[in-house]
């Protein structure tokens, strides 16, 4: 025979990253818009500019690719760099879940997840397996540093300890809809650390020191 030679085959497609952050931008908005239960793949597609397959590809189903798209966003938030304290690190921790709660697309994303998860087992299960179990890995291990530091107990209960960071702001914001007083995060990081019976760091004399955070 003549001809060109065939070329080599080379598996799956290679998923682009560009367009990957496009679909995913696309699934908050859509989210945003017309919540978890009326969106669509073929909505999203239309929406980004792509075909169903370049979904399909990334995602078996809407709940992996809803999932996927929210951890991106929300998984690096729980990141929180050593301030060196205790306190330090609780703000900076309770701004970064502000900020989760209150930025768009994830102000309105959230409570409607949240509502879906509760009727939804495979959907609840998801979001603690690639969202919540990571966002809390990363917080215990602020509330080990402050073991290693000296200011909790080696007894704390890291586990019962993250619940009581966390609750109180969405409680207050998503349950309430209260409003947020300037220093509102300040109090409520002096309460936790009461509630966990922390003691200040060498070289740190507690709520003071944070006048040099942003």
Known sequence: MTGKPRRAATGAAVLRPRITATITA??????????????????????AGVGKSALYRRWPAKRDMVVAALSERAVPLAEIEDTGSLRGDLLATLRAILAWLTTPPMAAVLPDLVAEAGRDEALAEAMRTMIGEPRRARGAATLRRAVDRGELSP????????????APLYWHLKVRHAALE???????????????????SPGHDGPAQESALP
């Open 26 to 47: 696309t699934v908050l908005a859509e989210l945003a818009e017309h919540g978890y239960a009326r969106l669509s793949m073929e909505a999203v597609a239309r929406r």
């Open 182 to 200: 300037p220093d509102y995060l300040e109090s409520l990081a002096d309460h936790i650390l009461r509630a966990l019976g922390a003691v200040p």
């Open 155 to 166: 007894g704390t209960d890291i586990e019962l300890a993250l619940d009581l960071v966390a």
